[in-house]
């Protein structure tokens, strides 16, 4: 069973570009979830897909965009960059169900100059 | 906002139990509480959760307070790999959506 990974691990680009950032599941899981984490903080979460839709925003803009697969996986698309979205995003894979834990990736530590 | 308040940091000495409180005084009745935590810049990683019982698994323990409105997590001999952030979640109700809320958890350090 292999876990949840990112890619690409790191990432730098400049003010007003535009990134993809992706994602595979963890096997079998159907929902993923994308979250910020600026440095010092605990993870934001973004939004949550579950079938190809989004099934739940936190408190970021448009320009935060993502699609999810028919095999699972998922993009998180940011457009204008800011400086302010230098973090570490990362991704959860579950099982769409009420208490069914969430497993991280290890993230794509992006950085905008 | 985090629903649940943690001591920013806490030492533990090697092969010591570290108990990690956490305060979620305004769970509701069908919330759980979940632990992860997080070494340096990897993805959290799950512990362990539960509702109303205590529970264990091979990473922890879990005492949740009668009145659930508190928690501890209880590393029982802890090794200096536990050296991590630790973050106590409450899920909060959804129509659907299965977010986690994190706060800035627990900077807990083992020294050798």
């Known amino acids: 069973e292999t876990g949840v990974t990112q890619s690409p691990t790191h990432l730098i680009k400049t003010r007003g570009q535009q990134v993809t950032l992706r994602c595979s599941s963890q096997s079998g899981h159907n929902t993923v979830s994308w979250y910020q984490q600026a440095l010092g903080q605990g993870p934001q979460f973004i939004f949550q897909?579950?079938?190809?839709?989004?099934?739940g925003r936190g408190n970021f803009p448009p320009r935060f965009s993502g699609l999810q697969f028919p095999n699972y996986s998922s993009e998180l698309n940011v457009n204008a960059l800011e400086l302010d979205d230098s973090a570490l995003y990362l991704c959860?894979?579950?099982?769409?169900?009420?208490?069914?834990?969430?497993?991280f990736g290890p993230g794509t530590r992006l950085t905008v100059l | 906002d985090a629903k649940t308040t943690q001591p920013p940091s806490m030492d533990c000495a090697e092969g010591r139990a570290a108990n990690l409180p956490c305060n979620h005084s305004t769970i509701s009745g069908n919330e759980y509480v979940y632990w992860y935590r997080q070494i340096h810049s990897q993805g959290p990683q799950y512990i362990i959760h539960g509702l109303k019982n205590n529970e264990t698994n091979e990473m922890a323990s879990l005492i949740i307070t009668e009145d659930r409105k508190s928690s501890t997590l209880i590393l029982p001999h802890a090794t200096l790999r536990d050296t991590a952030v630790y973050y106590c979640i409450v899920r909060p109700p959804t129509s659907g959506t299965y977010k986690y809320i994190f706060g800035t958890g627990t900077r807990l350090k083992v020294l050798a």
């Open positions: 959860a894979s579950s099982l769409q169900s009420s208490y069914n834990e969430q497993f």
């Open positions: 897909y579950y079938r190809e839709e989004e099934n």
